[in-house]
């Protein structure tokens, strides 16, 4: 008579797990006690639960349709690996592990995934995009200074009393610069032209 298959929670390393034969179900049951993904082919949930005698839990995975072979995304693969990028298909992902219905990629992600092709990071993982996404983490920061000169500049030229300078970029410039560097919000208002009079007849002339 064969060695008789002991119960899933004695089997200490992977190598002893396969030496018994399991279906399909089994492994499927044995993923969800676990907290894993449970969803899947044979073939798929025998990886899953290899990665977790590794150490590593694959809660949610994406399977690359470009490749034949199964090739399972988890939060321990690197972006530059696993063909990461701002498409539907991540969207759907981040969905699952966030819990996030309508899953949004933020400014902050963007710059960060910037970085990691700029700087060809192949260390930055999906967890690591994760924590940018919770602001846990000071990989990269989306510079919000653009976005406020822009509105800044179109709100100046907006009032009349712009109309009152030849060279409305350069007064513009010379309020936001005034603005940046105080304490105070970052819009513009009217009162700035009376506060930065002088400064703006000692540049523009």
Not at 5 to 15: A, G, L, Q, S, V
Not at 134 to 152: L, M, P, R
Not at 157 to 178: E, G, H, P, Q
Request: aromatic fraction near 16%; glycine fraction near 2%; charge should be positive.
């Amino acid at each position: 008579m064969g060695e008789s298959r002991p119960d899933f929670k004695e089997i200490k390393t992977f190598e002893e797990f396969n030496k018994y034969y399991w279906y399909q179900e089994e492994l499927s049951k044995i993923c969800k006690s676990l907290g894993l993904e449970y969803r899947g082919t044979k073939k798929e949930l025998n990886k899953i639960i290899e990665e977790y005698f590794k150490g590593n839990r694959v809660e949610k995975f994406l399977r690359k349709a470009s490749k034949k072979e199964i090739d399972i995304i988890t939060l321990n693969t690197p972006l530059l690996k696993c063909g990461f990028s701002f498409n539907q298909k991540f969207r759907e992902y981040f969905s699952m592990i966030t819990r996030v219905s309508h899953f949004k990629f933020n400014a902050d992600m963007a710059t960060a995934w910037r970085k990691v092709q700029s700087e060809n990071d192949l260390n930055f993982t999906i967890q690591d995009m994760l924590n940018v996404y919770y602001g846990e983490s000071d990989y990269a920061k989306y510079d919000s200074s653009v976005c406020q000169w822009n509105q800044f500049l179109k709100d100046f030229c907006s009032d009349k009393c712009s109309s009152d300078y030849s060279d409305k970029m350069k007064v513009a410039s010379i309020l936001w610069k005034k603005v940046r560097e105080s304490k105070n919000n970052k819009n513009y208002s009217k009162k700035l032209l009376t506060e930065y009079a002088d400064k703006i007849k000692e540049y523009h002339k």
